[in-house]
């Protein structure tokens, strides 16, 4: 088995709050959010690997740690053989151009003062992929790879709509001819047939371009659309993960096939029998003891408070972080819903 192009192992990250005006005023941190705790996976290069979660799950926070626009508190990154943790300035800023991100909101991503055109051609003049001599042919390259007339260079991002804006991002990204492409929550703004529109061109540049792709979104349609391994996240943990295919048709975690009941079916005749995920996400100031997820697992056992489980592999690459497997027995573990 190859090397993979990128390796994250006990990845966390945490940040300090404040309980009161006195405390903030004193600049005391008194508590902290743990946003992502021990994560690890591998992700080889031309593979697309897609995290999903609920909001508040971690799944942002890991995206910008990648790239440590967030700084890791432990853990490594290693990314083609560079230490990302570890990297100093001529390192990380090769990193950052090898790898890009795509933003939710690409308004806020773009300079509104700029035309599409300047915007993109600085990011290839920056790091040295153009000429400004040579910026108006560059620029129509990469707007016609994106979907985009060669006329849209002259306006501004104001005047266009959300989704050629997310192409211009798309663009600007690809300026730089990175290897890995990180799309946080690239499409949840975007009205449905825009999705699927962007959805089609990621897929077209990842074959095109032999990109590696970290996909990251709350809504499994566009994971299972784009991915082809999966990482469920929840609480800042990945419960569940293993490739795409195997994880949604086979969930071996009671979130995964929560959400998995959530996803919306075009078939009235599948009904619900109960609601999909029960119950508010915890506030992570206030983690639940042992397994994270069982104040809102209906299949929770005494063992689910006292011990924290670990991933373990129940199929080909599949792992899950279960004491129970509530969706159909493997080896010695039990089956809850064969009891009586």
Aim: charged share 20%.
């Amino acid at each position: 088995m190859s090397e993979p192009l990128l390796s994250v192992r006990g990845l966390a990250k945490w940040f300090p709050v404040r309980r009161s005006a006195p405390d903030y005023l004193r600049r005391t941190p008194v508590q902290r959010v743990t946003a992502v705790d021990g994560v690890s996976f591998d992700l080889g290069a031309r593979e697309t690997l897609g995290i999903v979660g609920e909001s508040g799950s971690g799944k942002s926070t890991l995206a910008r740690c990648l790239i440590r626009l967030h700084e890791p508190d432990t853990g490594t990154i290693v990314f083609d053989q560079i230490d990302v943790g570890k990297a100093v300035k001529d390192e990380l800023r090769t990193v950052r151009r090898r790898m890009q991100m795509v933003f939710q909101n690409p308004y806020t991503s773009l300079n509104p003062r700029l035309t599409v055109g300047s915007a993109v051609l600085e990011a290839g003049v920056v790091h040295g992929q153009t000429t400004k001599e040579n910026g108006k042919a560059f620029v129509a390259d990469l707007l016609g790879l994106v979907g985009l007339p060669a006329g849209v260079a002259d306006r501004r991002p104001r005047e266009l709509s959300g989704g050629q804006r997310q192409r211009v991002a798309v663009a600007r990204a690809l300026a730089v001819r990175p290897d890995v492409i990180i799309a946080d929550e690239a499409v949840s703004g975007l009205d449905v047939s825009i999705q699927a529109q962007i959805l089609n061109l990621f897929e077209e540049l990842r074959d095109r371009l032999d990109l590696t792709m970290v996909f990251i979104s709350h809504q499994l349609s566009v994971i299972s659309h784009v991915s082809d391994a999966v990482a469920i996240m929840y609480l800042g943990r990945i419960v569940e993960q293993g490739p795409t295919r195997s994880v949604f048709s086979n969930p071996q975690h009671p979130y995964t096939k929560g959400l998995l009941d959530a996803n919306p079916t075009p078939d009235p005749a599948q009904k619900r029998q109960q609601p999909a995920v029960q119950g508010e996400l915890p506030s992570p100031l206030e983690i639940p003891s042992g397994c994270r997820f069982r104040t809102r697992c209906p299949f929770a056992q005494e063992i689910c408070a006292e011990l924290d489980p670990a991933l373990e592999q129940v199929g080909p690459e599949h792992l899950a972080a279960c004491h129970i497997l509530p969706f159909g027995s493997t080896g010695s573990r039990t089956n809850p819903t064969m009891e009586g």
